[in-house]
């Protein structure tokens, strides 16, 4: 019983953390996307592209984005000719051309989207060792979670 409380009042203290720590991130995050020449939907698109292993599909795209077919057609054109998307062929439906994340792509969206600035090395610097293991344990337990739960 008095685990469970005790359960609670952490879960609770690190949710209030977690709001603290992503508002003041805010502006850390904003910067690289304000200077991308991406606009938000190229974003977005090449976000789902990096992240579909097997390749999207335009159809997908256009279903995803409620969008039309020229539409994002176009969009991933300019993907295409910013060199973060390539197209192919589908192996098993000739008429199907897959669409991958080149190299730049992968790295476009982890910088953009991945990029965790309450983690980086300006303040992990102002952390103890002790802190920084302590972290590095809670970090590892997140993503052994994050692992098994997908």
Do not use: M, N, W
């Given at each position: 019983m008095a685990?469970?409380?005790?359960?609670?009042?952490?879960q609770k203290s690190i949710d209030a953390?977690?709001?603290?720590?992503?508002?003041r991130s805010i502006p850390r995050i904003l910067q690289p996307l304000l200077t991308t020449d991406l606009t938000i939907q190229q974003l977005k698109v090449l976000s789902v592209v990096v992240t579909t292993e097997a390749?999207?599909?335009?159809?997908g795209l256009v279903e995803t984005f409620g969008v039309s077919m020229a539409s994002m057609s176009k969009l991933v054109d300019r993907l295409e000719a910013a060199g973060l998307v390539t197209r192919s062929l589908d192996p098993e439906d000739q008429r199907v051309r897959r669409i991958y994340a080149t190299d730049l792509g992968r790295s476009v969206v982890r910088e953009l989207m991945a990029a965790r600035p309450e983690l980086g090395g300006e303040v992990l610097a102002g952390l103890s060792v002790d802190e920084l293991r302590a972290l590095e344990t809670g970090l590892r337990a997140v993503s052994r979670e994050l692992r098994s739960n997908a």
């Open positions: 685990e469970s409380h005790d359960r609670d009042a952490v953390l977690a709001i603290a720590i992503t508002i390749g999207a599909t335009g159809v």
